[in-house]
Each structure stands twice: as C-alpha cells, then as structure tokens.
C-alpha cells in the first residue's frame, strides 16, 4: 500500500519534445516521471512509508472493516476485511495529490524538495557538518552506542548526496555534495580504527597482541566491534580523546589536502558498493591514486594520534601481567 501510495503522489505528466513541422516543441505525455525514484524522492518516500504503515494500524485497531455476515467462509471474510481500509487510504492519498495540484508548488515532490529537503541538505551536506557527525559518532561509540543510531536517521541526507552526485556525474555536471561526500568518508573509513591496528601491532602485553590477531582482519573490512568492545576503547577513558580526536583532525586534514595539493577525480558511482570493501580499494575505486594517498596518509596521522595511548594501555596491561606470573 505504501508503494502504490508512493506512485499516486508521482506526477504522471512527463514534458517531452516533439517535431512538428520541423520545429521542435514541448509537448506533454502522461507516464511515470522517473525524476522522483531517485534522490529527489528519497524524503516523500520515507514519509510515505511509515505513514501509510501507521494509518493502517490506526484504521485496523478502530475496527474500520468491512462487517460480513457469519455465514461467510473465514477465508473470504479475511481477504475482504480490509478493503475498506485500502479504499479509505488511496482516496485519502488521491485527496493529497489533487490538493498540491491547485498550489504553487504543484505535486509534494516539489513542496518537501523547496521546504525541508534543499534547507536540510543545505545544513547538512557540507564538509563541517559531515566532520561533526563523525566526530558524534565516536563520541557515542565511548558510551557503547552503535553508530547506526546516527547512521541511518541520517541516511536520508547522505543517499540524498549520493544519488543527486551520481546524476550530476552521469550527466557531465558539477557534483553539487563532491567535497561532503569526500570528507565523510574519510572520516569514516580511517577515522579511527585502522590506526588503533597499527599501534596494537607494536604492543609487548600478551592482551594486546592476541586483539591485534583478533581486530585486525575484521578491521581492514570495516568491521570495528571487535577492537571496540575487545579491547575495550568503550567506556575506557584512557582512549576518550584519540577516538573523538582521530576522526576530528582526519577530517579537517583531508579537507585541506582535497581542497589544495590533491584534488580528487571523484567518481561517486563507486560510493554504492557494500560497505564492507576494504577502504584502500574502495578508495581508489573512489578517488584514484590521489584519494588513495590521502587515506595512506590519514592513517599515518591517525595512527600517531592513538599510538601514545595505546603506549601507556599497553604498559598497564604488561604491569599486570607481570605480576600475575
């Protein structure tokens, strides 16, 4: 029901061009405007989605059904029992899409495009605001909590980027969110973890050689868990401030170096593919050998962030363990 309410809301008015007499001139066909199964849609289609879904619920608790008489076979009276619902929400749905009909703005795409999505993303999708999401996430991850608690309310924004980057390159255009889109990555990718690796391979505690074994693999394809509640860097203060530095300084360094001495050609195409792509791939898929260097080179500086810390957790965990024997 949400998907065909999605597709009621879609304007079925494409404008298109013909020839007539030599001349060509607009004209207007009646087909489903692709435009808004993309990025552009991506706001109308979660409201949409949870919408319809709740409206649903409402009407079925209220008993909004279709009362048949008992000697109807269960299975029939089952099957029709909620047609009274679904009529009720795709004329409720129909009523949405004639009302904008009669406004400025024409059809819903276009009202949340002009009043939440474009000051939203305007806010959101830039190198700042993407360094400080990251840096929030580090900080949550101190406290136990996933990122995907931030993750995925923020998904609309980020796909939005996504998605209206890729038609800007598909199209020859300037990518409106390239730098965004750069920088968040960064700060994801080597923000933190990787680095931790690097300082674990040097550690002389027996703890922190056996997480070195156990983190690093998981680590290399994005998989963080393990270091952060093995090791633990969770509710540890001793690695507080390298895990809401490291993705902090990351993220400015790599703004700057994109922004002077390497810019990158973005190819945000390569931005879809699963998560779990070791990041020196990802990367040059991404970027080519410059947005390669620069994650070579956030690693590095990342590393020597956490490296003091693990420094003295490593010397604690050998005290300990030299007393225990």
């Known amino acids: 029901m949400s998907l065909a309410s999605?597709?009621?809301?879609?304007?079925?008015?494409?404008?298109?061009?013909?020839?007539?007499?030599?001349?060509?001139?607009?004209?207007?066909?009646?087909?489903?405007?692709?435009d808004y199964l993309g990025g552009q849609g991506i706001f109308v289609g979660m409201i949409v989605a949870i919408g319809i879904t709740k409206l649903y619920s409402i009407l079925s608790k209220k008993n909004f059904t279709i009362k048949l008489p008992a000697s109807v076979p269960p299975m029939v009276s089952d099957s029709l029992a909620p047609t009274f619902i679904?009529?009720?929400?795709?004329?409720?749905?129909?009523?949405?899409?004639?009302?904008?009909?009669?406004t400025d703005f024409g059809d819903i795409f276009t009202f949340i495009t002009e009043m939440i999505s474009a000051p939203l993303n305007s806010l959101m999708a830039n190198p700042v605001s993407m360094i400080f999401i990251q840096v929030l996430i580090a900080f949550l991850w101190?406290?136990?909590?996933?990122?995907?608690?931030?993750?995925?309310?923020?998904?609309?924004?980020?796909?939005?980027?996504?998605?209206?980057?890729?038609?800007?390159?598909?199209?020859?255009?300037?990518?409106?969110?390239?730098?965004?889109?750069?920088?968040?990555?960064?700060?994801?990718?080597?923000?933190?973890a990787l680095g931790l690796v690097i300082c674990l391979f040097f550690s002389k505690s027996a703890r922190y050689k056996e997480m070195f074994k156990l983190g690093a693999l998981p680590t290399i394809f994005n998989i963080t868990e393990p270091l952060n509640f093995g090791i633990p860097t969770v509710m540890n203060p001793i690695f507080f401030l390298p895990l809401?530095?490291?993705?902090?300084?990351a993220g400015f360094v790599s703004w700057g170096l994109m922004s002077t001495i390497l810019p990158i050609p973005y190819n945000p195409t390569a931005e879809a593919i699963p998560w779990t792509t070791p990041?020196?791939?990802?990367?040059?898929?991404?970027?080519?050998?410059?947005?390669?260097?620069?994650?070579?080179?956030?690693?590095?500086?990342?590393?020597?962030?956490?490296?003091?810390?693990?420094?003295?957790?490593?010397?604690?965990?050998?005290q300990e363990e030299m007393k225990n024997k």
């Open 279 to 318: 990041g020196f791939v990802k990367f040059s898929l991404i970027g080519n050998w410059q947005f390669l260097l620069i994650y070579i080179i956030i690693t590095a500086i990342v590393a020597l962030i956490w490296f003091p810390f693990v420094k003295v957790a490593d010397m604690k965990e050998l």
């Open 6 to 34: 999605y597709f009621i809301l879609i304007p079925q008015q494409v404008v298109t061009h013909v020839n007539d007499g030599g001349k060509w001139v607009e004209s207007t066909v009646n087909a489903v405007k692709f």
């Open 86 to 102: 679904v009529t009720t929400i795709f004329l409720f749905v129909c009523a949405i899409r004639i009302a904008f009909s009669f």
């Open 244 to 249: 809401v530095l490291s993705p902090l300084v």
């Open 142 to 192: 101190f406290f136990g909590i996933h990122n995907a608690v931030l993750s995925g309310p923020l998904s609309a924004v980020t796909l939005t980027m996504m998605t209206a980057n890729i038609d800007a390159y598909t199209n020859g255009s300037t990518l409106p969110f390239a730098m965004a889109s750069l920088v968040y990555g960064v700060c994801g990718a080597a923000g933190n």
